[in-house]
């Protein structure tokens, strides 16, 4: 049986695990990201890495998804926006320090690789994937194999526009799916809806403690669970703009499923249901061909370490 060690990082943590061939998690280890830390962030990689293969030595490589973009050649963090890095050559630090051969990705496509092998997608040979939490992140699998682009930067899906001239984003355009359908998003819905009609938000202000400006996003997930209406609407109205940008995407590319992960979709048919309600709608001919299926992600929290792991075994 080979191993393998994948590590997630993104902003708050550096989560690693030691992981077999049928995506089983057999141990796993986390620390705090230092996020205005470059160096501090990579050396936290590799203290991670390296107190798994002292539990694991027969590991036999490495798999790092990051929050960032990443060169073609699978070796440099161009950008990581929530991590302070600007061209780091990840790949050959990790490899000098523990010594095994390392695999970099972006964390999107970590993500959707194990849904592809273990999760929702292990029927399909070609996949979309979008990943709603803070952000939008995205990733495509056609023929089994991720689709990284000429410059290794493809499917960044937040970044597709969907409202012209509408809000700006932090890449620099306007009306960016992103800003109409990320964690974020939902908050700024929320938060706009409890100040223009406070009756309808009774439940979301009283968890807020009557200061809409304080609202999160679990709490609009809790008061929509408890049926206030503007939570109920924050939630449609994210799963509008990703139900638009599904069926966009179904027309352009034809994948045999469409998937919505990261950690928004926690909240279940409140999101679910808008999204496939606005993709069936958007889809006018849909009875001509078939169309994608949606489907939730399976792998949750996991997710990251397992396919990333599962990229470096395949590497």
């Not at 070796?75 to 390392?102: C, M």
């Not at 908050?187 to 706009?192: N, P």
């Not at 968890?207 to 008061?223: F, M, N």
């Not at 994948?255 to 950690?263: K, N, S």
């Amino acid at each position: 049986m080979t191993l393998t060690i994948g590590i997630d990082v993104g902003g708050t943590k550096v989560a690693g695990g030691v992981v077999d061939e049928q995506g089983n998690v057999l141990a796993s280890n986390r620390r705090p990201t230092p996020a205005d830390d470059p160096a501090g962030t990579r050396d936290t990689i590799v203290e991670v890495a390296a107190e798994l293969v002292a539990q694991y030595p027969e590991a036999t490589a490495i798999g790092i998804g990051a929050a960032a973009w990443i060169d073609a050649a699978g070796s440099t963090v161009l950008f990581a926006p929530n991590l302070a890095w600007r061209d780091e050559p990840l790949q050959a630090y990790v490899h000098k320090a523990i010594g095994l051969p390392v695999v970099l990705d972006n964390d999107a496509n970590v993500a959707a690789w194990a849904e592809f092998r273990f999760g929702v997608a292990t029927h399909a040979d070609s996949m979309v994937m979008i990943t709603v939490g803070t952000g939008i992140g995205g990733a495509i699998v056609v023929n089994g194999n991720l689709w990284r682009g000429a410059n290794g930067i493809a499917a960044e899906l937040g970044h597709i526009q969907s409202v012209p001239d509408g809000h700006p984003c932090g890449c620099g355009r306007l009306g960016c799916l992103e800003q109409y359908a990320s964690g974020n998003a939902l908050v700024r819905f929320g938060r706009a809806g409890a100040r223009q009609e406070p009756a309808r938000a009774a439940k979301l202000l009283e968890l807020a403690g009557g200061d809409a400006l304080a609202i999160t996003g679990r709490q609009i997930t809790e008061a929509a669970r408890a049926g206030d209406g503007v939570a109920m609407d924050a939630f449609a109205q994210v799963g509008y703009w990703l139900g638009v940008a599904l069926a966009d995407l179904a027309q352009s590319l034809d994948p045999q499923i469409m998937v919505i992960g990261g950690g928004v979709i926690d909240a279940g048919p409140l999101l679910m249901g808008p999204i496939e309600r606005a993709y069936r709608d958007q889809l006018s001919n849909r009875g001509r061909f078939p169309v994608a299926e949606v489907h939730a992600a399976l792998m949750g929290n996991a997710a990251g370490v397992v396919g990333a792991a599962d990229l470096a075994r395949r590497a």
